[in-house]
């Protein structure tokens, strides 16, 4: 009998819809709605405030957990409706201590961590990420005291984009952003991935807003290829075909993680050592094997993978079935560099527009791919009538530090509780306004100041528009 006056709780699960004004007005811009907006909006009269000016370190550890990188950002706005401008003030990267790289490695491979293991290397990895953080600025001659706020991508290291049903979307990316905030006494944005997932998308890729307004175009289709751990691509079509509104993207498979993994299977160092074995025999017997065996390649985006596919044990697995048909170390290089390339090729030509619009696109690689010459001349191969170009040359962001300026552009949004745009082949199309979890750190009522300002007074429900038009105004100091 339960106590009077509590209410029991309810069993199963309960859908409860969400009827907030706030959410209301977003879901009616994102459909293209003006009605509802105006009849959310505040009466009073709107009023201007000042404008933007933002100072934050964009941050985040890839795949190979080679090098953390960073970008500092200073954003500068007018007003709401003004262009986003970009200046990039400071990029580079500091590396991955050894230790750590070690051990989450080792607990990969073992794939059964204790939770007092997982938890610990979270600690333990917000530790590393604020000492690279007193590293990076000290090397610049930066005030940390200056900065506004830091984007912390963490270190994905398990994602589940499409769970088994009765299992919900999750990911473990280690680096606690409450551990950096603490230690650098900055307030800082993390867990970008668990807000997408909670609003019922898959929490990645997560840059295709920041793609879109760096590459958009008036008359051409724009494509851009990050050749990371995994391989993301996203196709933002001309303004007169609905530019970023209509753009797409999704994970097109392997990257450069499998590639790496087996160079290190031959006891070499990848980053070092890559000219070695990159010219060997193709066995395609092992790469039409692989394309037409892998679930994933055969899945329609949206979709999403990590290195729980795509990671050590698929890498050995190549490797052994290239050992068994006699292939040299070389060869085996050869023939996952050779899959790599195929599986990007195979899913644009699936999954994106005609082979002829593609030949007649732009399209801009990052990513750490583009240091590999076989992967780039694969591409150029089967596109020969592409504008090729990388992100840098491109926009003026540097090619290995997109992610960086994506999570710091993000990490604003956060504060400001400003929406940020939603890809057209998304699960749910329902705008995010908080795109992680914020971590309080000294300055904290000074820059919530800042954005509750930014944009005046009489708003109302509807909040702050969507950036639609950035500018970079300049390529700031690259070391």
Known sequence: MGMKGVIPAPKGRIRTPVGHKYLEALQARAHGSSSSLSSVSSSAEKQPGPGLNLLILGMTSGTAMDDIDFALCRFTQESPEAPLHLDIVQHDSVVMPSKIRAD??????????PPSMMSQM??????????????????????????????????????????????????????EGAVIAAKTGVTTVSDYRTTEQAVGRQGAPLFAYLVGLLLRHPTRLQICITIGGITTVCFVPADKDGGIDAMYDWDTGPGTGMIDSAYREYGLDPATDQSALLYGNICHEVVEELLNNDEYLQTRPPKTTAREIYGDTMAQRIVQMCTMRGCSPSDTIATLTRFTSAS????????????????????VVDGRGIYNPVLMADLQREFPLANFSNMEMRTGVPSNGKKAVGFAMQAM??????????????DVRRPNTITGKLSPGLRWREVMEKSVKFGGRGRGWEGLPEVREMVVRQKGNFS
Not at 104 to 113: H, N, T
Not at 128 to 153: C, E, P, Q, R
């Open 344 to 363: 990007i090729i195979s899913q644009i030509l699936t999954f994106g527009p005609p082979h002829a619009a593609i030949n007649n696109a732009d399209i």
């Open 122 to 175: 979270d600690a333990e990895m917000g530790h590393t990420f604020a000492n690279a953080i007193h590293i990076f600025t000290h090397k610049h001659g930066i005030s940390i005291d200056d900065i506004d706020l830091v984007g912390s991508g963490g270190q994905l290291i398990t994602l589940t984009g499409a769970p088994a049903k009765g299992q919900h979307r999750s990911n473990m990316c280690l680096g």
């Open 104 to 113: 989450v490695f080792a607990m990969l491979r073992e794939d059964s961590a």
């Open 413 to 426: 949004e956060a504060l400001l509780g400003r929406a940020v745009g939603v890809t057209a082949n998304a």
